[in-house]
């Protein structure tokens, strides 16, 4: 068996027998994760380069002997680690199995040369997966076994002695043994085949993150104990944990899962590590976790919740068996936590802006312009005498008007409701304007639910910058009416009419402060509705109106 192709074929066998192997240890979960990595931790180096050691080591005692010297797929093996895991594991195989060989040969013809090469092969491999682009280090991997292949056959021929059988080897296995590194190709392919992988496990995860982002979007709007623990619980589902946890820089918020009756929610954090991360901002990873709640626990993921680059609590993932938490979950939970950071921000921050809007609303409701107070006032004075009874309806009046500023929440009323209060209002103006202001209600029967201060903001608009303006009487018109497939609701005037640059102002959000009032009530209808107020010229005057779409009633 010493023919060139039959040396081939061999070199060939043993090669496809390593390339088996790592074919098989890329089924194995753990090994797989580390192939998959751009980085590995000094143990999984180790490891790497122990079974790289143990494959070169192999290739030498697998080798065919031949005058002396050894065929065999050494080169290959101490080639492909490097590539592939980079100088420290091509460099460290390439001494060991270059020394293993030179031992069990002291002396032989190729024993020196296969030292030499075995630590060339590990840095050359070193530096190509330094240098070279992945798409191309099969290539550069196959050039470079060659080139040491070749190397190896100039050394026997430089050290042989004599030299005649240093060219006897050569010529025997020289070919075989540089044809044979094309192995290296189909090795380093096959292994970056399994990193590609993680492209479609990443666009998995990022898949599997954006679900459960969208599942507990709507336990986010109100962040309290039932919607933390209905978060944790779709967290828990989805990948698969025994246990889920959200805590504050504190204590225990939300806790679902394995050991649950164990924790008490809103106790103090007892937990170590939990402390550990709350201070250093840091993601924590612990296997063999001693916990005395939950003993049981052998995996321990705790990552950081932050708002504005503060640390403001913690999300734990607990695995009873810690071969389940695999590297991409690992990494698709940590991209999930700053998910859950950014919507618990959104959230606090939106919580915030709602407690604002209800003070705002609240501050509205209870004040009471001061001016309008006096003047009103002053109206059922000089009614008293006049017209008694009149004055008796306008302390009515006013007592309604202001029974409603005082009593309304931000919760929806019922359209009639909030015109009673309009009414309220507009017969105090019509005693202090007379005959300057007239009022026409044109109201269809409809059942509709809106914010209060919504129409009566409207009408003293209408009269002050309206009718006021205006030297003669005006009218001012409020209808509710019962379209096809919605309510509008309208205020029109006869008035002094309103700028055109006023109305480009309220649609950009430029307004002074005099027209604050028409503004807040745009905003708020744009927010409830969709869209804001819609302002028409008018000749003379001014319409201002907005929809109520039926399907929202």
Known sequence: MNTSLEMLIHLFERAALLLICLFFMTRIP??????????????????????????AIFGTYSGIEVEGSLV??????????????GPWVGIITGIV????????????????????????AGIVSG???????????WIFGIAAGMVCEVLTMLLILAMAEPYKLGLDIVSKIGLPMIISEVSIGLIVLLVMSVEDEREMIAARQAKLALEIANKTLPYFRSINAESLKKICTIIKDEIKADAVAITDTRNILAYVGFGEEKYTIGHEIINDLTKETIRSGKITIRNQVADQNTPQIQYLLIMPLEER???TGTLKIYYRKAYKMTYPLQTMAIGLSQIISTLMEVSRVEQIKEEANKAELKALQTKINPHFLFNALNAIA????????????????LSGYMRFNLEISDDLIDIHKALEQVRNYVEIEKVRFGNRLNVVYDIDEVSVGIPSLLIQPLVENAIVHGILKT??????????KNLAKKVRIS?????????????????RGDVPVKQIGLFNVHQRVKLIYGEGLIIRQLSPGTEVYFDIAKELI
């Open 471 to 480: 030297k003669g009487p005006g009218t001012v018109t409020i209808a509710v």
């Open 97 to 120: 199995s270059g020394a293993h060989r030179y031992l069990i040969d002291i002396g032989g013809i190729t024993s020196v040369p296969c030292l030499i090469t075995s630590i060339t």
């Open 491 to 507: 205020v029109k005037d006869t008035g002094a009419g309103i700028e055109e640059e006023v109305v480009n102002n309220l649609y």
């Open 309 to 311: 680059g503060e640390v």
């Open 382 to 397: 000089s009614t008293t005498r006049k017209n008694p009874e009149k004055a008796r309806e306008l302390i009515i009046n």
């Open 72 to 85: 065999n797929v050494r080169i290959i093996a101490i080639i492909s680690g490097g590539i592939l895991f």
């Open 30 to 55: 753990r090994f797989k994760e580390s192939l998959q990595k751009d980085s590995h931790s000094p143990m999984e180096l180790i490891v790497i380069t122990l079974v790289f050691c143990v494959f």
């Open 127 to 137: 530096f190509i997966n330094r240098k070279v682009k992945k798409p191309q280090r």
